[in-house]
């Protein structure tokens, strides 16, 4: 197959050798899971379970909530022992409203109905499924996968592209994944095909995993709709848009969706998700975790309950002293955690403590404009130009240099020879956008109730008026009918 | 009493055309860009800005006796919006712009008078006679016109907690090298 090559990129050190070796293995079920109500994107999802209420494993905890939600379901059987805030997976800290599980030890599924054939059922059956099971993209852009089944099934999607990337260094769950479960990772790639109605999938994996390419190709054998392809390692080739240029040689246009060029992407796991909740009726309850870096004793792939901090799986691991830096994702584009009672969420990929000698060094000086930056772009913008603009809050002109076609993959700053931090400049400008964008809707929303209470202080006037009125006239035909008599 | 009648009729008619002259001899242009402004404005006349409503504000900022940065619900969001509108470039990294103040209710003094429901430009308090109210905060603008009624002292305005939502990452500071 003729591939293509995206512009950019960068070859960080792999180190999955670290955790590539060690199979998948079960986490033993922790004392309290912390099941969070947002673990997607769009709306959080609303609870539906009581305080001291026993679930069963799969049975629901919260409902999705409008169009773009996706339901959660209990990781265990157990006892909910509160509804309450929560330290939430993210680099701010702050609390999310989380479920707290005690499970009973048994882990005792709840019954599903499964189906005879899923090759027979209609397709938009698929995708209904895939929505009860809560399944999102696994990848760690958590964007409800039904969602994009469901939009898939009325566009003119050509090519349904399964992403076995992991371009991330350290990760290696998907690697496993695809090694050791390739047949029910294929089942899942076929279920989804059934759901799109469409009949070819290429699934890419990056050239520097032998084995899972071998596992996948040897299972995808006989299937003439389904072609396994190794891409060449590259950051960030995981990227949907970079992958499909890669593989497809099209580009999705600025600020466009994948759709656009007829292209499904779907990670490899979300396939074994889809392949669970179609084949077993399971719903999306645990996922793996790549538990790696410098500050970790045993580097393992776990299969862990979604809700279990990321202190028992450091604990279960072992850790030496305190890491010098805890990530929840990749080193690049992973998320910065303030502490380990953090819980696993659907899109967390891996947990990284990393030591010293892993983190970079060297402090910040100023641009040089070099250019390193701009000839590693893999969206070819210019980081350095935007990066000013970022700089002196200049954000109509950070947009005009394409601000919001930035990936925040961290390339830039990586190559960067004088340490800026670039992303974070970007992830800042970003910020003081929707903020302003925030302010903006407040301002409107503000305006109209002004309007309306405006509106309806007359209208209580006007009634005031018309009521008077009304009284003198009644009072003035009392006295006439007083006067008659 | 013909006489009255002809008299006061003519009277009538050479003043009206008199006046009607003199409004078109002496009108006085209104700049279309203080309608403009004032649009963009919250409309809430809370006078934080100092000015007794929004109207009087977009006039002083119109014709640039009070600086584009003057309207504090409105923001960094409408500082943007008035420098567009009357092409101005403002640098607004000096705004304070963190923490955005909100009213709140304090359930333990609060006596259900509904003053402040009937004082707050958003309607952004909701309650009933002897009840205890409670400001909702995606409509509070934190204008601060309960609190000076409240006769308990039962409101406040408070900071703005972040919430996930809300949220931003801050600007690196970067150490001189």
């Known amino acids: 197959m003729k591939l293509f090559r995206f512009r950019g990129g960068i070859h960080p050190p792999s180190r999955k050798e670290l955790s590539a070796g060690s199979a998948i293995e079960t986490m033993p079920l922790p004392e309290r899971l912390y099941i969070p109500m947002q673990q997607h994107i769009g709306t959080p999802a609303e609870p539906a379970v009581k305080i001291g209420q026993h679930v069963l494993k799969g049975q629901l905890l919260a409902r999705a909530s409008g169009a773009l939600s996706a339901p959660i379901h209990a990781p265990t059987s157990g006892w909910i022992r509160a509804v309450t805030d929560f330290t939430a997976p993210h680099p701010s800290g702050l609390p999310i409203l989380t479920v707290v599980l005690e499970p009973d030890g048994k882990d005792e599924w709840d019954e599903f109905p499964l189906p005879k054939d899923p090759f027979e059922m209609p397709p938009e059956l698929i995708a209904e499924r895939v929505a009860a099971a809560g399944i999102v993209g696994m990848g760690g852009a958590t964007f409800p996968t039904a969602v994009k089944l469901g939009g898939a099934t009325n566009k003119h999607i050509h090519t349904l592209l399964i992403n076995g990337g992991e371009c991330e260094p350290y990760l290696t769950c998907d690697d496993r994944l695809m090694r050791e479960r390739a047949f029910e990772v294929i089942d899942g790639v076929l279920l989804i095909l059934h759901g799109i109605r469409w009949g070819r999938a290429i699934i890419a994996i990056e050239d520097n995993k032998h084995e899972a390419l071998e596992a996948m190709r040897a299972t995808a054998k006989g299937y003439g709709q389904l072609e396994v392809v190794a891409v060449p390692t590259l950051y960030p080739m995981g990227s949907e848009k970079q992958l499909i240029k890669t593989v497809t040689g099209l580009e999705v246009p600025a600020g466009g969706l994948a759709a656009q060029v007829g292209v499904l992407v779907q990670n490899v796991a979300t396939a074994y998700a889809v392949h669970e909740a179609i084949r077993y009726g399971r719903p999306l309850v645990r996922r793996i975790v790549t538990v790696s870096g410098g500050a970790v004793r045993d580097r393992r792939n776990l299969e862990v309950p979604i809700g279990t901090l990321v202190d028992d799986l450091l604990r279960h691991c072992g850790h030496d002293g305190e890491p010098e830096r805890l990530l929840m994702g990749g080193p690049m584009m992973g998320t910065v955690l303030p502490h380990a009672m953090v819980p696993i969420v659907k899109g967390s990929n891996g947990v990284l403590a990393l030591s010293k000698p892993e983190l970079p060094e060297g402090s910040a000086s100023p641009c040089i404009r070099c250019g390193s930056c701009v000839r590693v772009c893999p969206v070819g913008l210019m980081p350095l130009e935007l990066m000013k603009r970022a700089q002196n809050n200049d954000l109509d002109g950070a947009q005009d240099y394409g601000l919001s076609d930035c990936l925040s993959c961290g390339t830039c700053a990586y190559v960067c020879p004088a340490h800026l931090p670039l992303t974070h400049y970007f992830n800042y400008a970003k910020g003081e956008l929707a903020a302003r964008a925030q302010q903006k809707r407040k301002n409107d929303y503000t305006r109209q109730l002004v309007q309306a209470r405006q509106a309806r202080l007359e209208r209580e006037a006007q009634a005031k008026a018309a009521a008077a009125a009304k009284r003198k006239a009644e009072r003035a035909a009392k006295k006439a009918q007083e006067a008659e008599a | ?177």
Do not use: Y
């Open chain 2, 1 to 177: 009493m013909l006489a009255a009648v002809l008299s006061l009729t003519v009277l009538g008619l050479a003043l009206g055309w008199l006046l009607g002259l003199a409004a078109r001899r002496f009108r006085v242009d209104v700049d279309p860009r203080v309608a403009q402004v004032e649009a963009l404005m919250p409309g809430s006349q809370c006078g934080q800005c100092g000015f007794p409503g929004c109207s009087p504000a977009a006039l002083a900022v119109v014709n640039g006796e009070a600086p584009l940065t003057l309207c504090p619900p409105g923001g960094k969001a409408l500082v943007e919006a008035l420098g567009n509108t009357l092409g101005i470039s403002v640098d607004t990294s000096a705004m304070n712009d963190g923490d955005p103040q909100l009213a709140r209710v304090d359930e333990t003094i609060c006596i259900g008078c509904i003053k402040c429901l009937r004082t707050c430009p958003t309607d952004a308090i909701v309650g009933a006679p002897k009840q205890i109210h409670v400001v909702m905060e995606r409509a509070c603008t934190g204008c601060g016109a309960c609190i000076e009624i409240c006769p308990t002292g039962a409101l406040a305005l408070m900071e703005e907690e972040p919430t996930l939502r809300t949220w931003r990452w801050a600007k690196p500071q970067l150490v001189a090298a």
